[in-house]
């Protein structure tokens, strides 16, 4: 090794304990320092090897960038680029695909073993929820007191959502009795990215449906009554309308009168 070359790389790792870091960034155009290098066009075809001098020429020429794409190469290769257009589109890319990454989840329901039936109705959409968005439900049932001495009532209710839901879901982990409380794991059949694509596809729908009737909404808005629904001044039936029962007093009163006489 060259004293210039240990010298650059000494200078560089104390830069880089000092709390630097080395850029990831590919060189560009001047930055490049070697006398030739292997040049790919824009189009990709290859040129060969060629000066610097005569690439960067050429990248003048074309408008572009000289973008070195294979430094570890000898000689390194580089490419005629729009370098910008370039990053961003690497950067789309990349976003595209965090966009598309799936985490998987584990959402948690608590039930009470003497669930009130529209208690239970209202937990079981919750769960149903979860496993159409393509995530795991972790079932607790909560003893408390003498409950502790009826597990078997935990088990029959697991039993009974798990049958609920298996069109969504299957039961990944048994029931078991963790202290006072009774666990069991439901997974969803759809993966989570399957979830997602669905879930976009409904969406992009709903858009397209509301750009197509964009009044749809408005209408209903502006006077349409729904089903069941009381107009101003109507009187629902079995109500009394105001007035009505001071009339039916004043007409009784004569009567009454009448009687006396």
Same mark, same amino acid.
């Given at each position: 090794?060259?004293?210039?070359?240990?010298?650059?790389?000494?200078?560089?790792?104390?830069?880089?304990?000092?709390?630097?870091?080395?850029?990831?960034?590919?060189?560009?155009?001047?930055?490049?320092?070697?006398? %030739?290098?292997?040049?790919?066009?824009?189009?990709?075809?290859?040129? @060969?090897?060629?000066?610097?001098?005569?690439?960067?020429?050429?990248?003048?020429?074309?408008?572009?960038?000289?973008?070195?794409?294979?430094?570890?190469?000898?000689p390194p290769?580089?490419?005629?680029?729009?370098?910008?257009?370039?990053?961003? %589109?690497?950067?789309? *890319?990349?976003?595209?695909?965090?966009?598309?990454?799936?985490?998987?989840? +584990?959402? =948690?329901?608590?039930?009470?073993?003497?669930?009130?039936?529209?208690?239970?109705?209202? /937990? *079981?959409?919750?769960?149903?929820?979860?496993?159409?968005?393509?995530?795991?439900v972790k079932?607790?049932?909560?003893?408390?007191?003498?409950?502790? &001495?009826?597990?078997?009532? $935990?088990?029959?209710?697991?039993?009974?959502?798990?049958?609920?839901?298996?069109?969504? @879901?299957?039961?990944?982990?048994?029931?078991?009795?963790?202290?006072?409380?009774?666990?069991?794991?439901? @997974?969803?059949?759809?993966?989570?990215?399957?979830?997602?694509? =669905?879930?976009?596809?409904?969406?992009?729908?709903? /858009?397209?449906?509301?750009?197509?009737?964009? $009044?749809? &909404?408005?209408?209903?808005?502006?006077?349409e009554i729904?089903?069941?629904?009381?107009?101003? @001044?109507?009187?629902?039936? $079995?109500? +009394?309308?105001? $007035?009505?029962?001071?009339?039916?007093?004043?007409?009784?009163?004569?009567?009454?009168?009448?009687?006396?006489?």
């Amino acid at each position: 090794m060259s004293s210039e070359t240990y010298a650059a790389v000494r200078q560089t790792a104390v830069w880089c304990y000092r709390g630097g870091s080395i850029s990831t960034e590919p060189r560009i155009n001047d930055r490049i320092r070697v006398p %030739e290098v292997r040049l790919v066009g824009p189009s990709g075809e290859q040129v @060969g090897i060629v000066p610097l001098a005569k690439a960067l020429e050429l990248a003048q020429e074309y408008d572009l960038d000289l973008v070195e794409v294979a430094a570890s190469a000898r000689p390194p290769v580089c490419k005629l680029m729009d370098y910008g257009k370039f990053k961003y %589109e690497s950067a789309m *890319k990349a976003r595209e695909a965090r966009k598309n990454q799936a985490h998987t989840v +584990i959402k =948690e329901m608590k039930l009470r073993p003497k669930i009130d039936p529209h208690d239970y109705d209202t /937990k *079981k959409g919750h769960v149903v929820r979860f496993l159409k968005q393509g995530d795991k439900v972790k079932i607790t049932i909560m003893f408390r007191g003498r409950e502790q &001495s009826r597990p078997e009532l $935990g088990y029959r209710l697991l039993q009974r959502l798990a049958s609920d839901v298996e069109d969504l @879901g299957f039961v990944e982990s048994n029931p078991k009795q963790d202290g006072r409380n009774m666990i069991m794991v439901l @997974g969803p059949h759809k993966k989570k990215t399957e979830a997602m694509a =669905e879930a976009r596809e409904a969406q992009a729908a709903r /858009k397209a449906e509301a750009k197509a009737n964009p $009044g749809r &909404s408005q209408n209903a808005a502006d006077g349409e009554i729904a089903e069941g629904e009381i107009a101003e @001044g109507e009187i629902a039936e $079995g109500e +009394i309308a105001e $007035g009505e029962t001071f009339e039916a007093e004043t007409a009784e009163a004569p009567a009454e009168a009448s009687a006396e006489a």
